[in-house]
């Protein structure tokens, strides 16, 4: 029986990596990064595979090396930044490869406040949040996306779900005040063709200033009402202009009014209970033109 290796990849998952970018002088502000990256490689891996031939495998545990010591060479503000370095340093390291993709989670940390004003070294963890790259480099070709994911937000009214087919399993009621609840998750693709001079950061918290914006002020007819006006506003924001296409997922955190009758009670939309599964799962990409 003829067998053939149709494709293979291999790298380092959930590298731990925090640095503390420190002054001259003690007293001096610090800038803390926080993130977890996966390493993955493409290339001419075959013999590794059908012979046990290792000597095109860069091991896993260089790929670790390597992220710590670039991060001590190459001191970053913006994750697509570091990810961009990290892949021209991987696809230089061994012929064999022929593309790099590096993702990037970056766990978000806020100053403590002392004083009325931000510690210059105290900090606390903000959230679930996290921001998000994914860099993939070939020879001839680099892309860059950039997204958020586990953004947990809330609005407790001009949100409704009516209209919707009936059937015999149907017993949803129609709702036009609802709450509505979802944890976040985007991701965007840049359009310039030069990635090197894109404002990673200044583009970012734009993007998501302006999700934010539009899901709390937006008249919501459903999750999927939200999601594309959501989307709609990113593509024809001031940051839109260098974004080509965003994908949005929002799973429907339920709040279930709580049936208050058998004690003699009214709810008043005012006492819920959380369900957190099952849950709906709404998706969709927005593309310009």
Known sequence: MA??????????????LVTVRRGADPADRHALKDVTLNVRLEGDFAAAYTQGDNRGVLATDTMKNTVYALAAEHPFDDIEDFGLALTDQLLQADPHIA??????????????????????HAFRRAGTERRTAVVTRCPDTVRVTAGLEDLVVMKTAKSAFEGFPRDLYTTLKETADRLLATALRATWRYSRPDVSNI???????????????????????????????????????????????IRLAMPNRHHIPVDLTPFGMENRNEVFVATPEPYGLIEATLRRG
């Not at 067998?3 to 731990?16: A, D, F, H, I, P």
């Not at 593309?99 to 210059?120: M, Y």
Request: no cysteine.
């Open 199 to 245: 404002p990673f950061g200044p583009l970012w918290s734009e993007v998501r200033r302006v999700l934010l914006a539009t899901f709390a002020d937006h008249d919501s007819r459903s999750v999927q009402h939200t999601l594309y006006a959501m989307g709609e506003a990113v593509l024809e924001s001031i940051a839109g202009r260098d974004v080509e296409e």
């Open 99 to 120: 593309s790099v993709r590096i993702e990037l989670a970056e766990h978000l940390w806020e100053r403590i406040e002392t004083a009325g004003a931000p510690h210059p």
């Open 3 to 16: 067998v053939t290796l149709t494709g293979n990849s291999y790298g380092k998952s959930e590298v731990r």
